[in-house]
């Protein structure tokens, strides 16, 4: 296939580049970045912004792609406003593209802690929170949601509803933000539920979407677990003191989410199923 991917020098795009082209795709990936390493990994790279429509629609339609991929996040600087931007504006205008350029499927990143809040971990069938009370959030979902809707705009789409990412890139490696709130003993060691995912697991959920039918998907690892659970082994990998435990109720969204769909529908297994051999395994 022909395949633009929009963030081919993220943390998720540098680690799918490579299996594309080796599954023998054509791969055209947009970075803002330093073109450098999709040249050297045999891609052809097209420096852009996603912002700039015009361009945008340009670059795609002469990559004549079969399928466009959308892997793009604003989260170096932990900034959440340009990250919903992204999200918003950012997708309208890399969708508006492919729709252009006659691509047939549209493959958008998305997140698995959006879900209405619940007992249970979240399946694709709960609705997003869109009614959140914290405005913050319901900003955030919303932003998530309009993301969703256009994606769905495409003759075939899939929305891959990533956990809490961890590995080479994020922010939970050593080195990343997170491990620099363990060492300050800043990690949350509540009840919140988080999903986690493996980076290597997301790209290889995003290949095997080429050929998935259209809809959401969780892309979450095995073992959804309480901060209280988490976050120590977290702490362990990257060399930092145990936090110590807190109490605290946990907000109802904080639920997790399902894979079952992923793994018994679409034949998706997590190389990495459980962050508890995960993060150590990544440092």
Do not use: C
């Amino acid at each position: 296939m022909r395949i633009f991917l929009a963030g081919g020098t993220g943390a998720i795009g540098r680690l799918l580049v490579p299996l594309l082209l080796a599954d023998g795709h054509q791969v055209t990936a947009l970075t803002r970045r330093d073109p450098s390493l999709l040249h050297r990994q045999g891609a052809t790279a097209v420096v852009g912004d996603v912002y700039d429509a015009a361009s945008l629609r340009e670059v795609v339609a002469a990559a004549r792609p079969d399928v466009v991929m959308h892997q793009l996040t604003d989260l170096g600087s932990r900034d959440f406003a340009a990250n919903g931007r992204i999200r918003r504006v950012g997708t309208r205008n890399l969708v508006d593209a492919a729709l252009a350029a006659g691509a047939r499927r549209v493959i958008t990143q998305s997140i698995s802690w959006a879900y209405e809040g619940g007992d249970d971990p979240a399946t694709e069938s709960t609705p997003l929170d869109l009614a959140a009370a914290d405005a913050g959030r319901r900003g955030m979902v919303e932003a998530v949601a309009e993301l969703e809707n256009i994606t769905a705009e495409a003759p075939e789409w899939i929305v891959l509803r990533y956990g809490m990412l961890y590995g080479p890139g994020t922010w939970y490696t050593k080195g990343g933000l997170m491990a620099d709130l363990a060492v300050a003993g800043d990690l949350p060691t509540g009840s919140d539920i988080t999903s986690f995912l493996h980076v290597e697991d997301a790209a290889i959920a995003a290949v095997k979407a080429l050929n998935w039918p259209t809809g959401p998907v969780n892309i979450v690892d095995n073992d959804p677990a309480p901060a209280s659970a988490w976050s120590p082994v977290f702490a362990e990998s990257v060399g930092a003191p145990a936090p110590p435990p807190t109490e605290s109720s946990r907000p109802v969204w904080a639920r997790g989410a399902s894979n079952t769909r992923a793994r018994v529908d679409l034949a998706w297994t997590p190389t990495h199923p459980t962050w508890r051999s995960g993060f150590a395994g990544d440092q």
